[in-house]
């Protein structure tokens, strides 16, 4: 199921289903709104999504009520997560998979919203979108490879070859086609053992670290935890993302280390993650990945 396009004008609900806005950080979500306003778009802030109940969040029920409630309103038209953060998994069991259903629309974010773009996939069918959100891509030093990605994917519902801001890497030579799912390493993992983790038979595998958070020896703990569940039999291919940890160690490095006896193709770019320009890349379409020409092909409209 894939949502409809935007289209300029509409209004973009903003969820904050992770960490609390800060004092410290409203100027950067502010920017974010703005950014969105600039280039056409009416806003609706979520009734929760400034509300820091917890002291270091707002609830799991607050959080779950304005995800809701943006996918039940006709009027909103697409849904983007302000930040990423640490607990989204706690709202998974409060969410209406059925009013997403009925109610399909574009869900972007990031990091650790990871565990919804995939659980929602996985629930409902509907297609969600790794990217940037509005207070660490919108509101801080965006490009404009962020800006027309944005448009591009969601607006004009462009696909094809995935276009590049940096230079692409083959880690392991080949060709496959499969289903996109993933994200973040450490929040993908966070559904391991749920209902809610999607089936990895002969998908993509999409990953990316925080570096500033994830050293090496963590973000190999991750991959053996993904390996040691068998995902790595599984998959048909795998693209990963920006990661500049201080150590120099690169990571394609740490993912050769646990996965050599595989086969699958493995291809690295700069152009999603953490403190990098993001394209907008659809969880729950099919892609070709092609490793030895360094492109990824989107093979599925993704909106309507």
């Known amino acids: 199921m894939i949502p409809k396009r935007l289209q300029i004008g509409d209004t973009i609900g903003i969820v904050s289903p992770s960490g609390a806005i800060t004092k410290e950080t409203m100027n950067q979500f502010k920017r974010g709104i703005d ?17 820091n109940t917890l002291k270091y969040s707002a609830t799991p ?37 059925n009013a997403i259903k009925n109610n399909p629309k574009i869900f972007l974010g990031i990091s650790d919203i990871t565990v919804l773009l995939n659980a929602i996939y996985k629930e409902t069918g509907v297609v969600t979108f790794h990217g940037n959100d509005i207070m660490w891509g919108f509101g801080a030093k965006h490009t404009d490879y962020d800006e027309e990605e944005f448009k591009d994917r969601l607006v004009e519902s462009k696909i094809g070859e995935v276009n ?20 973040n390493l450490n929040c993908l993992n966070k ?21 500033e958070s994830n050293p090496p020896e963590k973000v190999e703990a991750e991959l053996y935890r993904l390996k040691q569940m068998g995902v790595f039999e599984k998959i048909k291919g795998m693209w990963m993302g920006y990661y500049n940890h201080e150590s120099k160690i690169l990571y394609e490095e740490i993912v050769m280390n646990v996965v050599p006896e595989y086969s699958f193709p493995i291809l690295k770019c700069d152009d999603f993650g953490h403190n990098t320009p993001n394209t907008i890349i659809p969880i729950g379409v099919k892609i070709r990945l092609d490793s030895t020409n360094r492109k990824v092909v989107l093979l599925e409209k993704c909106v309507a």
């Open 35 to 51: 950014f969105l306003k600039n280039i056409g778009f009416n806003v609706k802030i979520g009734k929760n999504a400034l509300s």
């Open 61 to 97: 029920q607050e959080k779950a009520d304005d995800l809701n409630y943006m996918f039940a309103d006709n009027k909103i038209k697409a849904i983007i997560c302000s930040q990423g953060g640490d607990n989204a998994n706690s709202i998974l069991p409060l969410i209406d998979f």
């Open 164 to 183: 590049h801001n940096s230079r692409w890497k083959c880690i392991r030579d080949g060709v496959a086609e499969g289903i996109l799912i993933g994200g």
């Open 191 to 211: 559904l391991a053992g749920t209902r809610y983790l999607p089936n990895f038979k002969a998908k993509i595998l999409l990953l990316e670290s925080f570096d």
